[in-house]
């Protein structure tokens, strides 16, 4: 079956640092989404992109943040300078379509920023 | 404003038991889909169920089964003859349908506990 892979799975960096989330989304999705979960807390929306372009961000999507699709199959989430606060799980999605279909999330990476 | 409310911070349960979910949200869209993904202890994401706002027939797929009301807003969902493998936060989830690039908004989760 079909699914979205992330690496690393688990990331630690010093706080400042730039780091590069990565993302394989399902090859014939269109759809991409980041999503954070910071511990014991809800899952939040951080972006959608669709077409080479970001389709809608939330507040937290900040200028430290920045994604791309730099080849036909990877998605990526830079945070140009890490903060503590970006400590959380990152889940990757993508959908085939748009809102009217599920989306599926790869197994998450762990950042850790000390 | 769109928004998911899981009242039920936690429940646990002994194996065997039924268990319901509940789940009430806030949206102006009158067309919308609802969700219902399952994160184990492992943590990844795993999808359960989409609904969309035009159908509130309820849905039964094995143990599991969903009450979607629009009349309360509400999209519940039980787990009969709960298994310890049910053990998971149960994160409801709303998307808008126009123009809003298919972001999901999740409610705080449901952490089920599920004891022999």
């Known amino acids: 079956e079909p699914e979205v892979t992330q690496t690393p799975s688990h990331q630690v960096t010093q706080m400042g640092q730039e780091v590069i989330l990565r993302c394989v989304p399902i090859?014939?999705?269109?759809?991409f989404y980041w999503y954070r979960q910071i511990l014991g807390q809800k899952v939040e929306f951080l972006v959608s992109?669709?077409?080479?372009?970001?389709?809608?961000k939330s507040e937290i999507f900040d200028d430290q943040f920045s994604v791309e699709r730099p080849d036909g199959s990877n998605f990526t989430l830079k945070i140009r300078s890490t903060k503590l606060e970006d400590s959380a799980m990152y889940f990757c999605a993508s959908s085939v379509a748009d809102e009217s279909t599920e989306a599926f999330f790869g197994q998450g990476t762990r950042l850790t920023v000390v | 404003a769109q928004k998911v409310t899981q009242a039920q911070t936690e429940i646990s349960v002994v194996e065997k038991e039924d268990v319901t979910l509940d789940c009430v949200y806030e949206t102006r869209d009158t067309t919308y889909y609802l969700f219902w993904y399952k994160q184990p202890p492992s943590g990844e994401l795993v999808f359960l169920i989409r609904r969309n706002s035009f159908d509130e027939q309820n849905e039964i797929s094995g143990r599991y089964s969903w009450n979607f009301q629009k009349s309360t807003s509400s999209f519940n969902f039980t787990i009969t003859a709960s298994q310890v493998v049910d053990s998971a936060v149960y994160f409801c989830a709303l998307s808008g349908y126009y123009n809003q690039g298919g972001k999901l908004i999740f409610g705080q989760g449901t952490e089920l506990s599920v004891k022999p």
């Open positions: 090859s014939n999705h269109l759809y």
């Open positions: 992109f669709y077409n080479n372009e970001i389709s809608e």
